[in-house]
């Protein structure tokens, strides 16, 4: 056993705090804020700062365990580690091994790979690095990963490693510890706070900015035991005594205050941790400062309940988000409060038998197999076998994609912005302000431009795949393609007197955007004064319509139905149609009085009952109402079919 200082070969048995009930207590509010937050966001908006409770209290477990040893030359970083891997080995393997079980049966394979990489991270403590690398625009929705919570237990891990390494080197430099403490503390608490509004992910996931919270109970652990040791029977008088009760009755208030104003307060979008976290952090740091002969803590904290439910808190945290994000996946849609219910008492459930039958008789040495070496094996197994998952080329068992992987995990947004961001930007030379220019060559090549907003910016790509002798410039004019609007008039203006530009398409969300026209009638005028111009400067004219936006993700339609869950890749074409006969015959009645051409796109995606974002099992869309770069080269191919004009030069 590996010892903080050489000692005298008989040293007496590590110090371990004293049970106080009242800490399991403020255990069991912690846990029980943060199901609650989990299972009913919108009822208990703050909940999420029952994590911040949870590391106070680690902080001030972890650091009086250090604290004391190191005073009674006893610490020894074997016991210390043998003692943490007993308390979360146990409870944290049986959750990610079913995860992992539960998956294969339920999950789709780029779910699967996403979990098998989450798994991976979860048996390494790595967890926050990970979906800190993960946060993102286009990133999952949290409730799509099953082991997200995972983030706040890989803080403690590394928390672990670092903190008594840290207080041992302080020691045997002699330095003050409670300076130490406060010193690093210090510092955590100033990154937080310099990073919450620059880099809010960071802040959030990254260990630095968070220790301060455990340290905060670090101190705490500190000043208690430097009090204990001042004690004398003189300070133990009654009226002494009185004035101790009276103090921790305040402190005990006053905390559970800051809680009340946290959870009240305190919401996902609010710059958390940042200043915010001083009110869960400072409000558990009172609750346990109070003792546990202060009123709440001994009458509402010490209860039977709360202690039963603080004693399986941790495997309750552990068990408690899996469940409800299954749910969410299986069900691809907020399911209804009875099933969340439903989750969550199955969660305690899961928690009590995971207490009783695995953590405590581990914990306890009954179970002499699990020998810590074992443990730490066992781990290491479930981690290689999450890694394994994760590289889908080395489980040839699991089932395929029905449709062919545009860029896994994201629906192809990677792909089709690689391949735009190979376009050639001139921006700069046709307007004085931020908007998206583009054009698929610098040659002087006959130029079609394709001008509108996002639903232009979606054909230019695979138009210019299918059109490697032309240019292809796409305008972005940040709404419909009219003149009443500067950026659309300065681009119309700057297209009409390009001589190389010989065919326009114009191409918008037409539906959503008819408020800004006032109307269909508001809006076949102005196209038609669009397309007069740009006729009498000698350029041919097609309108595109719109594709099929869709009630659901693409994520529901690239792989067949499994167990419980049903692909979906078509729906009724009612839905869009209705939008679609809003504006469409504003365009059949601007081809009657004009030589425009209209390209009915929606024809690829639709027929007489149903339109589909799925074509030869090929996925079309990236997300409900742009295509990806597969849905871009379909309907350029299929324009281009229609009407083979658009590649002609005059």
Partial sequence: MTSARAVPSKLPSPAHPKYRPDIDGLRAVAVLCVVAFHAFPDMLKGGFIGVDIFFVISGYLISTIIFENLARHTFSFADFYVRRVRRIFPALMLVLTSSLIFGWFFLYPDEYKQLGKHIA??????????????????????????????????????????????????????????????????????????????????????????????????????????????????????????????????????????????????????????????????????????????????????????????????????????????????????????????????????????????????????????????????MAAVGLAGYLCYQQDKLPLKPASRFQAVNEGDIGHGQFHAYKNQLVNLCAQYVQSPIACFQSSRSDLKKIAVVGDSHADHLTVGLAGQLPTRNIVFFDTLGLPLFNSKEGANLLQFVMADKQITNVILSASWYARLGSVSGASSLESELTRVVTQLAAAGKRVFIVDDVPNFSFPPEKCRYPGRWLRAHQCSEKRDHFYRQHSQYFPAFESLQRKTDVQIIKIADYFCNQDVCTMAKDHLLLYRDNNHLNLNGSTYVAQQMLQSKPQLAADE
């Fill in 121 to 378: 991270a979860g048996a390494g403590f790595i967890s926050n690095f990970v979906f800190w690398q993960e946060s993102g625009y286009f990133d999952n929705v949290a409730e799509t990963k099953p082991l997200l919570h995972l983030w706040s237990l890989g803080i403690e891990e590394q928390f672990y490693l670092v903190w008594p390494l840290m207080l041992w080197l302080a020691w045997k430099l002699k330095l003050n510890l409670l300076a130490t403490t406060l010193f690093v503390a210090a510092i955590s608490f100033a990154l937080n706070i310099n990073q919450v509004h620059s880099d809010a992910a960071a802040s959030f996931y990254s260990p630095q900015t968070r220790f301060w919270e455990l340290l905060a109970g670090a101190v705490l652990a500190h000043v208690t035991l430097e009090r204990q040791n001042r004690v004398t029977p003189a300070s133990e008088a009654p009226a002494s005594l009185d004035n101790a009760r009276k103090l921790g009755n305040f402190l005990a208030y006053a905390g559970a205050v800051l809680m009340a104003l946290g959870l009240l307060l305190i919401s996902k979008e609010r710059a958390f941790p940042g200043w915010w976290a001083v009110l869960p952090t400072a409000a558990a740091v009172l609750v346990i400062a109070a003792g546990p002969q202060a009123w709440l803590n001994r009458v509402l904290l010490s209860n039977r309940v709360m202690i039963w439910l603080g004693l399986i808190s941790f495997p309750l945290y552990l068990w408690h988000w899996p469940l409800l994000s299954f749910v969410r996946i299986i069900t691809d849609e907020k399911p209804a409060p009875q099933i969340v219910i439903a989750a969550v008492l199955t969660a305690i459930a899961l928690a009590g038998c995971t207490y009783q039958w695995l953590e405590k008789p581990i914990r306890q040495g009954k179970r002499t197999a699990f020998s810590p070496r074992v443990l730490v094996g066992l």
